[in-house]
């Protein structure tokens, strides 16, 4: 939380404005949260970290702007929704394939929220039935497990994606082998997305995504146009993110600029 504000103080310092002037902040932070009363209700990485109520306790600590909490991923697709690869579509859906594979639904308009607010955690849909291949869910098969760069990396014996990547490249059997495991993962998914889904673009960002569009955004293209349902497929294009890496960051902005003014009802 103190990096968080002293970021904050940074951030205001580099725009040379007093933080007096300014009136919201957006918090980007994995969920599952109550975006409502900006509270994390559980982390997987920060072990005791329960119910934590982020946005009063930052908002507090800046002792100036209203802090509107929301999970990251929501944050990007507010973000390329507004501003970015999204703008103008009613039905979308943005995917990150970055260290994890996370995602959010926008459906006629308006954010897929879900019961209890975890709806479009695309990362743990099961697209294998390997019992072997677990995921840190707890379950196993999830696209996470086959597709993001942690989970590659784990399984090639290396610390960074980037390296496994680089020695498929080389004509390593085994980095090969990996990677078309974690193509197809992400083709099932793209499929399943069109058919249950049936959006009109699919955004893709995320780490791995930008640096490997050859084996993320076109093996789901290929998949959709070879094998999903005819009309949905023909209506959906999987385009690269807009934002880049800092698509959570600005989409947090427009989200807090939003709730300030009373809007932002098509992600609340
Ligand atoms: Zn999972």
């Known amino acids: 939380m103190a990096a968080l504000v002293a970021s904050a103080h940074a951030a205001v310092g580099a725009a040379k404005v007093a933080l007096a002037d300014i009136v919201a902040a957006g918090l980007s932070a994995p969920g599952p949260l ?15 970290f329960r119910d934590v109520p982020l946005a009063a306790l930052v908002e507090r600590a800046l002792g100036g702007p209203k802090v509107f909490l929301d999970r990251d991923t929501v944050m990007a697709a507010i973000g390329e929704g507004t501003i970015g690869a999204a703008k103008g579509a009613r039905d979308f859906v943005y995917l990150t394939v970055s260290t994890g594979v ?4 926008v459906s006629g308009g308006k ?3 879900g019961a209890t607010n975890t709806a479009g955690e695309l990362g743990h849909f099961p697209v294998g039935f390997d019992r072997d291949v677990r995921c ?12 993001a760069g942690r989970n590659l990396a784990e399984a090639y014996g290396v610390d960074d994606a980037t390296i496994v990547y680089a020695k498929a490249a080389a004509g390593d059997a085994r980095a090969t082998a990996l990677i078309a495991r ?7 998914l793209a499929v399943g997305i069109v058919n249950a889904l049936n959006p009109e673009r699919i ?3 995320g780490s791995v995504a930008e640096h490997e569009p050859a ?17 949905p497929a023909a209506a959906a294009s999987v385009i690269p993110s807009a934002l880049g890496g800092d698509v959570s960051i600005i989409g947090a902005a427009l989200a807090a600029r939003d709730r300030a003014s009373g809007g932002g009802q098509w992600f609340l």
Do not use: W
Not at 34 to 48: E, F, K, M, R, S
């Open 34 to 48: 109550d975006h409502v009363t900006g509270v994390i209700l559980i982390t997987q990485n920060i072990a005791g």
């Open 102 to 105: 996370g995602g959010a639904i």
């Open 111 to 113: 954010m897929v929220r």
């Open 136 to 147: 840190r869910c707890g379950s196993f098969g999830c696209v996470e497990a086959y597709a």
């Open 182 to 188: 974690a193509e197809l993962a992400l083709s099932n």
């Open 203 to 205: 955004v893709v960002g």
């Open 215 to 231: 084996h993320t955004l076109e093996p789901m293209r290929r998949a959709i146009a070879e094998r999903a349902f005819k009309v």
